[in-house]
């Protein structure tokens, strides 16, 4: 990677190269064989992103998360987390003690992982989410959850951790947004630039004797409501302050309800960079450093499945 300079308004070229050092703690591979499949899938495609960008990946191995991240960490330039978001916060709190975050911060993470806290938040900002019911036929879900885990349908009444909500008809989406900058180094980094999204997605889902269970799904995806679509998307992500990737899953029915709100790398990353003309490792870099690009390209459009696998439609 070569060195850059600025002085005086002026790009110069630094005179010689270097490679900047990136650690991607991946929780799940090693730790939660429900979500190991897909956290492989997504390390994988960050990693290959990363070394085509000229990074050198560090990755941690088995042992225990936090402290692999503490002992890496300090020699990495760069740093990302991926895991289960009621451990995001925790590791990535760690993670910005040490090095500079891609990803959202440990505050906005800590938030988002609470879903039914998250849902009120949201509501009160006037962006639609299931209402919460206390009887009939609906959906259950843990307060602190990772995709479809422990989600049902059932008429049955929410365990200790768990709560309701009305079940919405409709078409599963989600949206993949990145956003710049909005704590933090403000000073260097913020730019006022607005988050965009990197895609629509089609959301994979099925229902067998109530269970929730999320297989993959299509991308890019132009559904007629579009606009408001990504609009819902990006006041989500601006209400609650995240930066980096970031997933909002909804359901399009009368009207866009936010049903989750991912503040971490999705299992939607493997479609997305497969048809994507930019690296998803470069805009990472640069919306840690506040600076978004007017959008992204793609060039045709693929089905995936949560094990990494992508073909072509």
């Not at 929780?27 to 897909?38: K, N, R, W």
């Not at 936010?258 to 493997?270: C, K």
Request: glycine share 10%.
């Amino acid at each position: 990677m070569i060195g850059w300079i600025y002085q005086q308004g002026e790009v110069r070229v630094h005179l010689y190269e270097f490679n900047m050092k990136v650690l991607l703690a991946e929780y799940a591979m090693f730790h939660d064989p429900f979500l190991a499949s897909e956290g492989k899938a997504m390390l994988g495609v960050l990693t290959n992103s990363f070394t085509r960008c000229g990074y050198d990946v560090v990755i941690p191995d088995r042992e225990d998360l936090a402290v692999e991240i503490s002992r890496l960490a300090p020699q990495s330039d760069i740093g990302l987390v991926i895991a289960p978001d009621h451990l995001l916060a925790r590791y990535t709190s760690i993670l910005e003690r040490h090095t500079r975050n891609l990803g959202c911060g440990a505050m906005s993470a800590a938030i988002c992982a609470h879903k039914q806290k998250t849902g009120m938040i949201l509501a009160s900002h006037g962006i639609p989410v299931p209402e919460e019911m206390p009887k009939g036929l609906r959906v259950v879900k843990p307060v602190q959850g990772c995709g479809s885990k422990g989600v049902r349908l059932t008429r049955t009444l929410p365990r200790k951790g768990e709560f309701a909500q009305k079940y919405i008809e409709g078409d599963h989406l989600s949206v993949s947004v990145l956003a710049g900058r909005v704590v933090g180094e403000a000073c260097l980094y913020y730019s006022g630039k607005p988050p965009i999204p990197l895609a629509i997605n089609k959301q994979e889902i099925k229902i067998e004797d109530g269970v929730f269970r999320y297989l993959g799904g299509e991308t890019p995806l132009y559904p007629p409501r579009e606009k408001e679509i990504i609009q819902t998307a990006i006041q989500v992500v601006q209400v609650l302050g995240c930066q980096g990737y970031i997933g909002v899953d909804v359901v399009v029915s009368d009207r866009v309800y936010v049903v989750d709100v991912n503040p971490r790398i999705t299992t939607s990353l493997i479609g997305i960079a497969a048809i994507m003309e930019e690296e998803i490792a470069d805009l990472l870099v640069r919306a840690s450093q506040g600076d978004i690009p007017p959008q992204v390209h793609h060039h045709c459009g693929v089905r995936f499945t949560k094990e990494g696998k992508v073909s072509r439609q």
